[in-house]
């Protein structure tokens, strides 16, 4: 929007010959004149950097370019925030997320773990076990471990997982691709997870469950809670999060050569 | 009322930063790791509060202790874990921003019985000769 007004008052002038003011610092038409054997692009700079030095704003004599202000641009980023932010809800084995949130999600069988991603823009503010703002472009990866018992099982326990949206007139997400709730997003009966990878990029605080931090900048978390008594096989990558590989086998009188034989070679 | 704004402020102020600081002392096994950059203040379970200007990369583990001595039913807290991770951050030559972490681990009472198991003995003899480079090869994967 910056760039596209002061083109225009520089094409205007060009064309009319007319003065413009810059902070009342009137520019003589020779002036103007003088640059346009140059170019567009060499006056284009000569009235960015008159702007730069006269933070005020712009002003052509006919009044037909609107100032840019401070409190504009600060009001338009609020603006911004508030349009594109949203909030996200998590307690129990629900999830709730208000406002615009990019999602992808995989089960079993489909997946080997239960793996949900979430990509907030602008503005985000958690609550409920994890409680935080951001302000920025945030990832949120979370990833519960799939029983051993059941990869083994022909029948293999059906996911309880359920996502929907309730409010789109699109129907409910679909599991292993992007989706992009724009209103209100619902996760129920979400298994706690295990691992958890947290990126942002912008500033961050946060404390709960997941993380208690104050970040200004790139900041990016993974972590591992594994619970007593189990054992796990674990494989993720950053690039391909739904087919993270996450299964635990919990202790009982021995016999760990189910688990060996889903990892396979070391 | 300006005053009893900044009045509100620096009484929440504090609180929020003791919380912060406070909130992450949990008695709970973790693995992690961090690629941070910029202004970073952060609390990890059972560690100091740290504070970061700059760039930092991590991978921590952290194991609380239980007080009480182990048993034959009863255990402190035993880890058994081959633990493999790739990072090629933004900038890198691969110009790729990606982690590969791969993890075979076992938690308590199955980490003892998985150390007596021959089975286990040598897959995780297997799985830390493989993380060691042999000649030749230059690049570190995890799978």
């Known amino acids: ?266 | 009322m300006k005053m009893q704004w900044k009045s509100q402020v620096g009484r929440v102020l504090p609180v929020a930063v003791c919380a912060l600081f406070v909130a992450g002392c949990q008695g709970y096994l973790v693995f992690t790791t961090a690629t941070k950059a910029g202004l970073h203040i952060s609390q990890q379970a059972d560690q100091s509060p740290s504070a970061l200007f700059g760039y930092k990369r991590a991978e921590v583990a952290s194991i609380p202790a239980n007080p009480k001595n182990a048993s034959t039913t009863e255990d402190t807290y035993s880890v058994l874990a081959t633990f493999c991770v790739r990072y090629d951050p933004l900038f890198s030559q691969s110009a790729e921003d990606s982690l590969q972490i791969r993890s075979v681990f076992a938690t308590g009472m199955a980490a003892r019985e998985a150390a007596k198991n021959p089975e286990m003995q040598s897959f995780f003899a297997a799985a830390a000769l493989k993380q060691v480079l042999a000649p030749g090869k230059t690049e570190k994967k995890c799978f």
């Open chain 1, 1 to 266: 929007m910056f760039d596209y007004v002061m083109r225009r008052v520089v094409l205007k002038t060009l064309t009319n010959g007319d003065r413009f003011a810059i902070d009342g610092i009137h520019l003589h038409p020779s002036l103007i004149e003088a640059q346009t054997e140059s170019g567009v692009g060499y006056v284009f700079l000569q009235v960015s950097s008159a702007v730069s030095q006269h933070p005020s704003g712009l002003r052509s004599r006919d009044d037909s370019v609107s100032p840019l202000s401070f409190q504009r641009w600060v009001g338009f980023l609020v603006g911004t925030s508030l349009l594109c932010g949203g909030c996200a809800w998590r307690s129990g084995n629900t999830e709730h997320y208000w406002g615009p949130v990019l999602f992808r999600y995989a089960a079993p069988p489909q997946g080997k773990a239960y793996v949900s991603e979430q990509r907030h823009f602008v503005l985000l503010i958690e609550s409920g076990r994890q409680w935080g703002i951001s302000l920025g472009w945030k990832t949120r990866v979370a990833v519960a471990p799939q029983r051993v018992e059941d990869t083994l099982s022909s029948q293999g326990r059906v996911s309880s997982w359920l996502w929907s949206k309730p409010l789109s007139l699109f129907g409910g997400p679909e599991e292993g691709a992007w989706n992009l709730s724009l209103v209100y997003l619902r996760g129920e009966r979400v298994p706690e997870p295990e691992f958890l990878s947290r990126s942002i990029y912008g500033v961050e605080l946060g404390i709960g469950a997941e993380t208690n931090a104050l970040s200004l900048g790139t900041s990016r978390t993974t972590e591992a809670r594994p619970h007593d008594n189990a054992m796990y096989s674990f494989r993720y990558d950053s690039r391909r999060p739904l087919e993270t590989l996450f299964q635990v086998w919990e202790y009982r009188d021995g016999g760990f050569m189910p688990l060996l034989a889903q990892e396979g070679r070391p």
